[in-house]
């Protein structure tokens, strides 16, 4: 009895200690609207792409801007959203939402995220288009990568798999938007829902 009591309390320690370590607030909900967000962005985007009477982007067109436009919505819904569903379920929960752990998270994933999108806008700036899409792609999933020890294991398969999709945009640099698509708008929606009902359904 005593062996089993021992074995409970180690369990309950080291549980303790995972949640002490990692931010287990993130929700699934968020997820899904940054990929719905995304879906229609790209709409948008392509669009004004198609409508633009243009094969091509110029940097210093009405229709870049727009989209850069419409790319910073993208973010900025996603951001202020994942704020939004984060904070009321780390309330529910209990859970501090601005602790040692969270920061950390934050850091580890603006590093990589900050890096390419200076790296990405140095590009433009030289007109190379070719390789955005891609770039998005592989910082992105770096960024959730080197995040994911501070939350959820599960964000380390989403980054991933955001960096496989820049890959494979890399040498395939024509298939650049729909791979995007694929990346910031299918594969949150599908990670999205996983976590929700891992996570957020159960409880």
Not at 143 to 158: C, F, M, P, Q, R
Request: net charge positive; charged share 15%.
């Amino acid at each position: 009895m005593e062996s089993k009591d021992y074995l409970k309390d180690i369990s309950e320690i080291k549980d303790l200690m995972n949640k002490s370590s990692r931010f287990i607030s993130l929700s699934g909900l968020s997820g899904i609207l940054a990929g719905i967000y995304a879906l229609i962005g790209a709409a948008i985007a392509y669009w004004l792409v198609a409508n633009s009477g243009q094969e091509y982007l110029i940097l210093d067109g009405t229709v870049f801007r727009l989209v850069m436009l419409d790319l910073f919505l993208i973010a900025l819904f996603s951001i202020v959203t994942a704020i939004i569903l984060t904070t009321r379920k780390a309330k529910k929960s209990g859970i501090k939402i601005w602790d040692r752990t969270s920061k950390r998270l934050v850091i580890n994933f603006l590093i990589p995220l900050v890096t390419g999108g200076i790296y990405i806008l140095a590009i433009l700036g030289h007109e190379k288009y070719g390789q955005t899409a891609a770039l998005m792609l592989i910082f992105y999933g770096l960024a959730l990568v080197n995040a994911s020890k501070y939350s959820i294991g599960d964000i380390k398969h989403l980054g991933l798999i955001e960096i496989v999709l820049g890959l494979i945009c890399a040498l395939f640099p024509s298939y650049g938007f729909w791979l995007w698509v694929i990346g910031f708008g299918v594969m949150h929606i599908i990670y999205g829902t996983l976590m929700h009902f891992k996570y957020d359904y159960k409880k």
